[in-house]
């Protein structure tokens, strides 16, 4: 496509654009003010009362991964904008912007990997990108993902931050719902394991779809994950909703999730459950 | 539309108050009428479609049970939790072949709508399709979804009960299904909850349904900042039955009888049960290998995006 182009510079550390680039930062937990450098190293999770700091998929490629495993796949599908989709703005105009804002094609980066010396297939969405919203390059990206893990034998791990369908591909968005879940049906029987990180937030049709589907379904703490909106919600009941209602904590309580894991140790639960699934039986 | 059917209730008032002969202008005022109503479901524009898909005379699930098909037994309940009546299911015949029969139900009336809660149902609808679809399969039988729902429903007990997971199990699981699936877009196919029902081999929508990601309201409230943009919303959104088999998602549109599927039970049932056959026999005559790969392919195949 003629009129995106990749920023010359690849950018080093894409955490900046989350978070100010002070030198201190404020947390939203407990007001504390923090070392940004020291917050890093921590993976963005405050030390006194361990909020967890949204991150971008770059930061969640580091923290999950062995130093340098990843090798990206598919970094260049774009966008076709199949409807011509325009409303107060162009959908084109929100893509150029949300590609400048990002640096990244689209709201969600796969490719191969090692964790902990196991070979994996990882996808990990960007929120920054139109609300990490899923159109038919993200659907598509899963897809392959799941079939490069099916042909290659590796487990399958996607890390989820989503508003839901991304609403300017119309049906095709919907659809990406059921590609999705399709590919996994593949994965389901030939035996191969599929842990699913849901991260703040995660609503609408990735949480129906592919973010529901984990063999073993993990969770940040605090993190929002559900199928409608609180909003949506609140709407509809006409009452204001309990505090908590949502968040990874009510999910755990109710069934929906395996564990509510600390950032700082998901790469450590990761391995060692896929160490317990991974080269089972595929009967 | 409204001017002419005023015209025709004036002289019909006319006539009773004066005793006046007025079938002569009356049979040409209806005529005129039907010429237009025609012309008009010809070019209604994506919101009027929306308007049809979710008229309140529309047939729902169970009307086109009672004259596409014979012999149903309805089968209540998921087994775990209750049963909810925003989905209804169960054994049917369809030219003596038997099939499981499983779609959206609204309610006719309020007290009937409390009942069905206006077609939009809890997990517990969901897992009740899983586990019938499940016994459709179990017997080798075919499933017929009907599709007819504003949505899933939001609220503290779905979200408690897990709606995004009963919904994705569905989504999974259809992809899984040994046996011939075929659905069909009776009104509103309304995102998530509809395709809960709609992962099938074969998507037939009726002329004036509609199927879409998101109600035209609740994308104009997010990306025009105001529900009154609906009819802009209802445009973009690209999501009739002609839209949807130009996008090549939507197998065959079921034409409906002139003035829509309300001014015509009968005649659209017959149309949706001989389009519902041939779907039926056709993808009985492959074997399941061959009808599950090509179930993948199409569902491989949906989106647009570009290589490098
Ligand atoms: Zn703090």
Known sequence: MAWFRKPKKPLTSSDKRDLPSDVFVKCDGCGEILYREKLAQGGYVCPHCAHHFRISADAYIRL????????????????ADPLEFTDLKPYVDRLVAARKKTGRADAIRTGRATLEEIPVALGVMDFAFIGGSMGSVVGEKIARLGRLALEEGRPLILVSASGGARMMEGIYSLMQMA??????????????????????????????SFAMLGDVNLVEPGALVGFAGPRVIEETIRQELPDGFQRAEFLLEHGMVDQVVDRRELRATTARLLRHMNGGPRE | MVEIQEQIDGLLDLAERKGIDVSGELSGLRQKLEVIREATYRNL??????????????????DY?????TDWIELHGDRAF????????GWARLDGRSVMVIGHQKGRDMKDNLHRNFGMPHPEGYRKALRLMRLAEKFGRPVITFIDTPGAYPGIGAEKRGQAEAIAMNLREMARLRVPLVSVVIGEGGSGGALALGVTDRILMLEHSVYSVISPEGCAAILWRSADHRDRAAEA?????????????????????????????DGTATAL?????RAVTELQALDPEQRMAARHAKYEAMGAWQEA
């Open chain 1, 179 to 208: 590609k999705t879940s399709a590919v996994l049906a593949r994965l389901h029987e030939a035996g191969l394991p599929f842990v699913s990180i849901l991260t703040h937030p995660t609503t609408g049709g990735v949480t129906a």
């Open chain 1, 64 to 79: 999950l991964l062995d130093d340098d495993s990843f090798q990206e796949t598919e970094s260049e599908l774009t966008s």
């Open chain 2, 45 to 62: 524009r994506p919101i009027d479609q929306v308007q049809v898909a979710r008229h309140p005379r529309r047939p729902y699930t169970c």
């Open chain 2, 237 to 265: 959104l690209k999501l009739t039955s002609s839209d949807l088999t130009r996008l090549g998602i939507c197998d065959e549109v079921i034409p409906e009888p002139a003035g829509g599927a309300h001014a015509d039970w």
């Open chain 2, 82 to 89: 209750r049963d909810d009546a925003a989905i209804v299911g």
């Open chain 2, 65 to 69: 049970l009672e004259r596409v098909f």
């Open chain 2, 273 to 277: 049960g001989e389009a519902l056959r």
